[in-house]
Nanobody, 120 residues
Framework: QLQASGGGLVQAGGSLRLSCAAS????????MGWFRQAPGKEREFVAA????????DYVDSVKGRFTISRDNAKSTVYLQMNSLKFEDTAVYYC???????????????WGQGTLVTVSS
């Protein structure tokens, strides 16, 4: 089970940190990803981190602004979001999978989503 939290309303240029707490499985065995879905759009990849935390991947639109990290001792993955833009507004989902890829189909378990709203 994945429980995402930390979303909210923030002004453009502001910051938020999302958290995703995992339970029920060996968290450290999984690649963890963050995805987002804006109204009327498909769910898109945002960032991923391998099980050890040693490698990360980001969609170009968030590089330099977002940072994904994980604490395996706490079974939690984070997404630090800085310099937020209006176009970052979306429901953000965390996901767990076995492959370090961007496709949603490669992730086996999903959290319920947390809404991030950036006001312009």
């Amino acid at each position: 089970q994945l429980q995402a939290s930390g979303g909210g309303l923030v002004q453009a240029g502001g910051s938020l940190r999302l958290s995703c707490a995992a339970s029920g499985r060996t968290f450290s065995n999984y690649v963890m990803g963050w995805f987002r879905q804006a109204p009327g759009k498909e769910r898109e990849f945002v960032a991923a981190i391998i099980s050890s935390g040693g490698s990360t991947d980001y969609v170009d639109s968030v590089k330099g602004r977002f940072t994904i990290s994980r604490d395996n001792a706490k079974s939690t993955v984070y997404l630090q979001m800085n310099s937020l833009k209006f176009e970052d507004t979306a429901v953000y989902y965390c996901a767990a999978g076995r492959m370090f890829l961007r496709q949603t189909s490669t992730y086996d378990y999903w959290g319920q989503g947390t809404l991030v709203t950036v006001s312009s």
